[in-house]
């Protein structure tokens, strides 16, 4: 989709010159969030100005769907992919939806199709279309606005969308709801992204894979995983931090080590008696209560050995549930702090779909780990 060929870009010339990049080669393909990593002057973010050609080219090639940018329009080339920034950029003077219609316009799309276009954004970030539409940017807060930039970038339905640390200035609050909320999108819409942080959280809860730079150089293009568990030298290892191995309970999901069919579910209308027995024939800690399909709650021996009556009746209820894109992190520190190990999974109707066990996250981590790499 977009393939960077030995990309290299100097500033200046002679003695005064600054390579800013040299011999870049890499391939984002279809569908891939790839995040530009690293420090400030690593190069990541002229990295993506050159994706659109903000910045010229030196040496080497950008090539989007095979043809060399060099060689297209460069202002047909930026209709064509969305850009979200920091600053966002909204136009202070135009409504919520005109700041929203800006590319559609220039591309001589008519007023009802824009229109509906707007609509469909805004409810798409989670924002109502017949409260926000007639605002201006001023009315809303940052994380508001920011979701317009993001519903600006998509407007034209563009293929590829290019975000240079578009969620950087919201608080960690906010920051963390946008970045779940433009995830569950991103699963919808499977746009080719490239995503400029500076943050190796956000790196790698939002990405596929990472790009680190360093000095204007490529120092390792892999999945976040790869990059925690087998990172290529000291410098990357270092700036992953001494605590990937607990980095890496941000990028496992609940997905990812579910048990859709434990062995310790009943029935709301078991009978105690019953249950108490299976769990003492099985060494079950407990048994978890299913009514309609949803869980209820969980029982022990000592909530049963001496009840009659259904176990509807007898259960405690759990404090939380999760979801299937809960990061084992949070998780594991649900289970620490509701002194838990085990926690039910449930569907956006809150249907059970599974299990997630503290010997579930440990048994992942383990794996992640099954051969260590030299450091250079």
Same mark, same amino acid.
């Given at each position: 989709?977009?393939?960077?060929?030995?990309?290299?870009?100097?500033?200046?010339?002679?003695?005064?010159?600054?390579?800013?990049?040299? %011999?870049?080669?890499?391939?984002?393909?279809?569908?891939?969030?790839?995040?530009?990593?690293?420090?400030?002057?690593?190069?990541? =973010? =002229?990295?993506?100005?050159? =994706?659109?050609?903000?910045?010229?080219?030196?040496?080497?090639?950008?090539?989007?769907?095979?043809?060399?940018?060099?060689?297209?329009?460069?202002?047909?080339?930026?209709?064509?992919?969305?850009?979200?920034?920091?600053?966002?950029?909204?136009?202070?003077?135009?409504?919520?939806?005109?700041?929203?219609?800006?590319?559609?316009?220039?591309?001589?799309?008519?007023?009802?199709?824009?229109?509906?276009?707007?609509?469909?954004?805004?409810?798409?970030?989670?924002?109502?279309?017949?409260?926000?539409?007639?605002?201006?940017?001023?009315?809303?807060?940052?994380?508001?606005?920011?979701?317009?930039?993001?519903?600006?970038?998509?407007?034209?339905?563009?293929?590829?969308?290019?975000?240079?640390?578009?969620?950087?200035?919201? %608080?960690?609050?906010?920051?963390?709801?946008?970045?779940?909320?433009?995830?569950?999108?991103?699963?919808?819409?499977?746009?080719?992204?490239?995503?400029?942080?500076?943050?190796?959280?956000?790196?790698?809860?939002?990405?596929?894979?990472?790009?680190?730079?360093?000095?204007?150089?490529?120092?390792?293009?892999?999945?976040?995983?790869?990059?925690? =568990?087998?990172?290529?030298?000291?410098?990357?290892?270092?700036?992953?931090?001494? %605590?990937?191995?607990?980095?890496?309970?941000?990028?496992?999901?609940?997905?990812?080590?579910?048990?859709?069919?434990?062995?310790?579910?009943?029935?709301?209308?078991?009978?105690?008696?019953?249950?108490?027995?299976?769990?003492?024939?099985?060494?079950?800690?407990?048994?978890?209560?299913?009514?309609?399909?949803?869980?209820?709650?969980?029982?022990?021996?000592?909530?049963?050995?001496?009840?009659?009556?259904?176990?509807?009746?007898?259960?405690?209820?759990?404090?939380?549930?999760?979801?299937?894109?809960?990061?084992?992190?949070?998780?594991?520190?649900?289970?620490?702090?509701?002194?838990?190990?085990?926690?039910?999974?449930? %569907?956006?109707?809150?249907?059970?779909?599974?299990?997630?066990?503290?010997?579930?996250?440990?048994?992942?981590?383990?794996?992640?780990?099954?051969?260590?790499?030299?450091?250079?």
């Amino acid at each position: 989709m977009i393939s960077y060929d030995h990309l290299t870009k100097i500033y200046g010339e002679g003695k005064d010159a600054v390579t800013a990049l040299e %011999d870049v080669t890499f391939t984002i393909e279809k569908g891939e969030v790839v995040i530009f990593l690293g420090p400030s002057g690593c190069g990541k =973010t =002229t990295t993506l100005r050159c =994706t659109n050609r903000l910045e010229s080219i030196t040496r080497g090639k950008v090539l989007v769907n095979g043809q060399d940018v060099m060689d297209m329009d460069a202002v047909a080339l930026r209709r064509q992919m969305g850009y979200v920034i920091q600053d966002i950029g909204l136009f202070p003077n135009k409504t919520i939806a005109e700041n929203i219609a800006v590319v559609p316009k220039l591309m001589g799309w008519d007023a009802k199709k824009i229109a509906e276009r707007v609509d469909e954004l805004l409810s798409l970030v989670r924002l109502e279309p017949e409260l926000f539409r007639s605002r201006y940017p001023a009315e809303l807060s940052g994380g508001q606005q920011q979701r317009v930039g993001v519903a600006r970038g998509l407007a034209a339905d563009p293929e590829i969308l290019l975000m240079d640390e578009p969620f950087g200035a919201i %608080d960690p609050i906010n920051r963390e709801q946008i970045q779940d909320e433009f995830l569950k999108l991103q699963e919808r819409l499977k746009k080719t992204i490239a995503f400029v942080s500076h943050d190796i959280h956000e790196a790698i809860k939002m990405g596929d894979r990472i790009a680190l730079f360093t000095n204007g150089r490529l120092v390792q293009y892999d999945t976040p995983a790869m990059l925690l =568990t087998h990172p290529k030298n000291k410098y990357v290892a270092d700036f992953v931090g001494a %605590d990937r191995a607990l980095k890496v309970l941000g990028i496992v999901l609940a997905k990812d080590i579910i048990n859709p069919r434990p062995r310790n579910l009943v029935k709301g209308e078991d009978p105690a008696g019953d249950v108490l027995k299976m769990i003492e024939e099985k060494g079950l800690r407990h048994a978890i209560v299913i009514e309609q399909g949803k869980p209820i709650g969980y029982v022990s021996p000592e909530n049963l050995k001496y009840e009659q009556g259904h176990v509807r009746d007898l259960v405690e209820k759990y404090p939380m549930h999760i979801s299937k894109r809960t990061p084992a992190r949070d998780i594991l520190s649900y289970m620490l702090m509701l002194d838990l190990l085990t926690l039910c999974v449930v %569907d956006d109707n809150g249907d059970f779909i599974g299990t997630v066990t503290y010997n579930d996250i440990q048994k992942k981590v383990k794996e992640s780990y099954t051969s260590d790499v030299e450091m250079d």
